[in-house]
């Protein structure tokens, strides 16, 4: 591309194929900036699912570029081209990164392989990879070293796995648009993608995390039944992990590694989280704590109206779980609960607004359990929709997650006069009880609950229910909250700062 833009994003599954938090935050951060250019580099699993864009596209976004890791390994990468000479520095290099004795030793080696294979031809392909001597050799070591008691064919399967997606990305390297600067809002692929640009053409990277993606890869994979695990009578289960799984691991590990210690500068969302980001190896210099943010204006006509809408329906109560509906939002505790209060014989219905189209089967568990539980008519599927109208009519929102970064939701909730009813992961307690001692002075907002705890979701719920006078002075809270600390015009300040100090003619 013969443009250059100041920021180039490099997002994984997220804007602007897919809604969710991460991306409504990237969508508003591209708004706030009209006088910043971006270009996109967008990591998915699919083609399919990137027909089309879930946002309008903003003018100052040059260019989307899209690359796709699981439609198949294209024809061209199964076809073995000649053993290049260049070939034997490469595999010198990828040998003493994977015999490396500490993931940041192997950083070094790391720069090595990605040196050694800017040099390798075009017709250097994965097939080479496992099919060349030197390819195979270094599999047959790798699994003496680590894993010599573990089944090799299923040793071999994972590591090819493994391998992939990361040499798919490696190929794609022209593709990604070149920036002033490289802002990536995850680790993983899209982070090592960012890292990789900015040493190759000496740019800054920022890492902005929502969710820690290296902690949400672990949990994911130690739940994996796609993963093969056979029985081991000698597994150690004071780590929870089995050999093939610990490869998974460690490589969104070391590829997290490669990411904080390349970056600039490196933000996330709340304590909790930056203390994660230093766990997994960020220099606690470099971490810094940016919140999300909105404009609370945008909201006055939820704040005025939600309480003329309430008054309308004396004893009669709703609720709304507004997200996508997919596992790690666990509707079905939300559920669970309904059924709790249902069977106190209150008055209350359950509105979960949100797409369902990310995990199909996922949703359509959740609505065979609102039909045996014979709750259709209480709780309803009512499709996405926009924030500002849901939050006219309800009495609390719910979250019921089993992680969260620091939800747009609960701010925008918060925005309309609403409550929240949450999970205690991410910031969410921070959101609920405030930051810091002026934050708490104001007061809590809502009620959190344990994680997987409906009958503490459904306490919290009758708390509502049985003296509303709370949803008015909790929504009062939230909204001053969101007033002092949650502003987007100083969160895009903050922004702002950090991208002049990457690039002086940036922000």
Known sequence: MSTTADITLLLEGTYPYVRGGVSSCVHQLVRAMPDVTFSIFYIGSHRKLAQDPKYDIPKNVLAIEPVFLFDGIPPEELVPGPYPKEADAFYDALEQLCLAKSQREGIKHFWNVIQA???????????????????????????????????????????????????????????????????????GYAGLMGAICA??????????????????????????????????????????????????????????????????????????????????????????????????????????????????????????????????????????????????????????????????????????????????????????????????????VILTSLSEGQPLVALEAFAAGVPLITTDVGSCRELVFGRNAPDQALGRAGFLTRIGAPTETADAICKFIKDPALIETMGAVGRKRVEMVYQEKLVMSQYRALFRSMHPEVG
Request: include cysteine; charge should be neutral; charged fraction near 25%.
């Open 117 to 187: 294979h800017a040099t390798l031809p075009q017709n250097f392909t994965f097939a080479n990879l496992c099919r060349d001597r030197r390819g195979w050799d270094l599999l047959v070591t790798i699994y003496d070293h680590y894993m010599p008691d573990t089944s090799f064919v299923d040793y071999f399967w994972t590591a090819r796995f493994v391998l992939l997606p990361t040499w798919l990305l490696l190929r794609s390297l022209h593709k990604v648009p070149v920036g002033k600067t490289y802002l990536s809002l995850c680790t």
């Open 199 to 396: 040493k190759q053409q000496k740019r800054n990277l920022m890492i902005t995390e929502h969710g820690i993606y290296t902690k949400e890869r672990e949990e994911e994979i130690n739940r994996a039944e796609w993963i093969y695990e056979p029985d081991d009578p000698f597994f150690d289960y004071t780590t929870n992990w089995r050999k093939l799984k610990e490869l998974w691991i460690r490589s969104f590990q070391f590829t997290a590694l490669v990411g904080y210690e390349t970056a600039y500068s490196i933000t996330t969302l709340h304590e909790g989280n930056r203390n994660l980001q230093i766990e997994y190896g960020a220099a606690e210099h470099k971490t810094r704590i940016v919140p999300n943010g909105i404009n609370p204006q945008d909201f006055d006509e939820a704040l005025r109206v939600n309480p003329e809408n309430r008054r309308k329906r004396p004893g009669k109560f709703l609720f709304a779980f507004i997200g996508r509906v997919v596992p790690i939002k666990d509707v079905k505790t939300l559920i669970r609960a309904a059924q709790i209060v249902h069977s106190r014989r209150l008055d209350a219905e359950f509105l979960i607004y949100g797409p369902t189209e990310e995990d199909k089967e996922y949703a359509d568990e959740c609505r065979l359990m609102v039909e045996s539980l014979d709750l259709t008519t209480s709780v309803k599927f009512m499709g996405s929709g926009k924030p500002s109208t849901i939050l006219t009519d309800c009495d609390a």
